[in-house]
């Protein structure tokens, strides 16, 4: 087991900059998340820690070894792909063997190991079966304990669930997440799905056109985005645009909205404010509310969208229509067209530079 | 449902007709090695003269050992070569090989006769001139192209990732290949190593260019007896040359399914 350090890489294809000077610690026996769009480096930076590519500028070391100009069958690392990539002429147990077989480990080593191996992603008495007779789920089963019978430093995975159906992902995510802990490997996976990223994680790091856009844990990444990018890639928020004055911004129309304080923007400099919808408070009429909260809009419903354990309202306010999610408590809806006061308190609030 | 009928029917005739066609004058040929009269008279008489007189005609039987040879080298040294070929086109990107590429078609379309004058004037030109050894060489030079081909194209169903995922596991280029890619491509090698063995056993121009009186292979061989007038001992070493052949087409593909199961 190691963790894993990236710093300063870069890697470019052609013209294209698929890789712009990212670095990145990833802590011993951690689970992280790499998190982007598409383009936007995330397969590139696996691949490169993988062993597949080399970067053009840069150092990667797994456990303190620098490895950025080793082949990967010699970095000790394992690795699951997007589909998979389960060898079509071998059984599950040779798929699993593989890794140790190649090494030239003894048969009956092998033999332990691989059932030790099925046991642990439950897929006890499949050893036999051929990879096209498994439903999807038991293929990505095989494809990780292929992975980790080797016990390689690292765990990289490539957007491993991207081929399951939604209430199977579920079911992996959580299945994934046991067997990581219980093997302790660190672990890096890839995906451009924020909900995944959010639950299994005990970091996120967001990419973005090549770059590292912010890293962190994801409470710290969901409650104080440094970027309107991180703020929206990552969850849902509404934005704000107008001018520093003290802890908030000034809108256009002179309405102030108050942000946490320690913002080290200038007073006076273009910059936006985040706010999550579910931390925005609605209630009826145009009275200001007695929430205590400093930010206050009034607006009018112009849409509800409801999806049993909550509703989504679209406000129309002044300048902009805002999002919010209000929990289901049974209470009584509102209907669209009604007057209604969003408040918030600048704890919700997030300052951040105009991009 | 009269009309499906007649259409199932015609359907039927067709077949039947494509088949004459395509065997008819096989079948022909094979009984006529088991008929008595060398000039095709009916009625049909057994015999096994002929079989038996081809055991004589040492000439004939050279031939066939030289043409059996022959193929048999040629299909191993172009199958191995060409599907060694066919991986370093599939695996690595250099300069030129797109040009690489587009030069192994011409071979195929260009007349034998063209490619075996001028691997008559070549082989002359080197010092090697005629022989078995001309044709072998001259041989796998026709062969390579088909296996590059159909080995090539078997690779274009692989998927780069198992590779990727055999080498992450901690598997050598060597180990991949013999591991993971041959067993994939295999059908495709099977396939090249067959046309290998056709282009070489039934190779006529390129071998007349190149074989000596002494040492020959069966088609010039055949030629050469044709002319000299026709005897049914062509048709018996016809005949047993179509057993084997199609048995091992047969057994062959009852080995390998070609282009399915992925």
Redesign the interface.
């Known amino acids: 087991m190691a963790g894993v350090q990236v710093a300063n890489v870069s890697r470019s294809f052609g013209a294209h900059r698929a890789l712009d000077n990212v670095s990145i610690d990833f802590a011993d026996g951690g689970f992280y998340a790499l998190l982007g769009p598409s383009g936007s480096g995330k397969t590139t930076l696996l691949r490169q820690i993988?062993g597949?590519d080399f970067p053009d500028a840069g150092r990667i070391a797994i456990g303190g070894e620098g490895v950025e100009r080793v082949?990967?069958?010699?970095r000790?690392?394992?690795?699951v792909?997007?589909?998979y990539?389960?060898?079509?002429?071998m059984s599950v147990a040779d798929n699993i063997a593989?890794?140790l077989s190649?090494?030239g480990e003894p048969k009956a080593t092998i033999a332990t190991e691989v059932q030790r191996a099925l046991d642990l992603v439950q897929l006890g008495k499949l050893g036999a079966r051929r990879p096209?007779q498994l439903s999807g789920g038991q293929r990505q089963r095989v494809a990780l304990a292929?992975?980790i019978v080797?016990k390689p430093r690292v765990l990289?995975l490539d957007e491993p669930l991207g081929a399951l159906d939604k209430a199977l992902r579920v079911d992996m995510q959580i299945e994934l997440k046991r067997i990581q802990r219980e093997i302790g490997i660190t672990t890096i996976f890839v995906t451009h799905d924020q909900e995944e990223a959010l639950t299994m994680s005990d970091r996120i790091g967001i990419l973005r056109d090549g770059r590292l856009v912010q890293e962190g844990p994801p409470e710290e990444i969901y409650d104080r985005p440094q970027s309107e990018f991180a703020a929206t890639f990552l969850g849902d928020a509404n934005i704000f645009r107008g001018h520093v004055t003290g802890n908030g911004i000034r809108l256009p129309d002179g309405t102030t909205i108050a942000a946490a304080s320690g913002s080290s923007l200038t007073a006076g400099a273009k910059a936006n404010c985040a706010v999550r919808p579910e931390r925005i408070q609605i209630s009826t009429g145009t009275a200001r509310p007695d929430s205590g909260n400093a930010n206050t809009l009034k607006g009018q419903v112009s849409k509800r969208i409801f999806a049993g354990n909550n509703s989504t309202y679209f406000v129309e306010c002044d300048w902009q229509t805002l999002k919010v999610i209000v929990q289901n408590t049974g209470a009584e809806r509102l209907a669209e067209g009604e007057p209604v006061m969003l408040s918030w308190s600048p704890e919700s609030t997030v300052l951040i530079a105009a991009s | 449902m009269a009309m499906t009928r007649i259409l199932e029917w015609l359907g039927r005739f067709y077949i039947l007709m494509l088949l004459a066609f395509l065997y008819l004058p096989i079948i022909i040929m094979a009984l006529m090695s088991f008929n008595t009269s060398p000039f095709y008279q009916l009625p049909f008489e057994w015999t096994t003269d002929w079989y038996a007189s081809l055991w004589q005609n040492d000439q004939l039987i050279a031939a066939t050992w030289n043409s059996i040879e022959i193929a048999v080298i040629t299909t191993i040294i172009s199958t191995v070569l060409g599907s060694m070929a066919s991986l370093a086109l599939y695996r690595y990107e250099f300069r030129g090989k797109k040009f690489l590429q587009a030069l192994l078609f011409p071979p195929i379309a260009i007349p034998w006769l063209i490619t075996g004058t001028a691997m008559l004037i070549f082989f002359f030109g080197i010092g090697i001139g005629r022989g078995l050894l001309a044709i072998l060489l001259g041989h796998v030079a026709l062969a390579l192209p088909y296996v590059i081909v159909v080995v090539s194209a078997r690779l274009q169903t692989f998927a780069p990732e198992l590779e990727e995922a055999a080498r992450s596991l901690g598997a050598n280029q060597w180990q991949v290949t013999q591991r993971v890619t041959l067993p994939w491509i295999m059908p495709g090698v099977i396939a090249g190593g067959l046309f290998a063995f056709a282009v070489s056993f039934d190779q006529f121009v390129v071998s007349y260019f190149l074989s000596t009186p002494g040492q020959t292979t069966l088609p010039v061989e055949i030629y050469a007896a044709i002319r000299k007038g026709f005897t049914p001992e062509i048709n018996a070493v016809s005949t047993i040359i179509i057993v084997v052949s199609m048995a091992l087409m047969l057994l062959t593909a009852r080995f390998f399914k070609f282009g399915g199961e992925k």
């Open positions: 993988a597949f082949p990967v069958e010699k000790r690392i394992g690795m792909f997007q589909n990539a389960l060898f079509p002429n593989f890794g190649v090494r096209h292929r992975a080797t990289l």
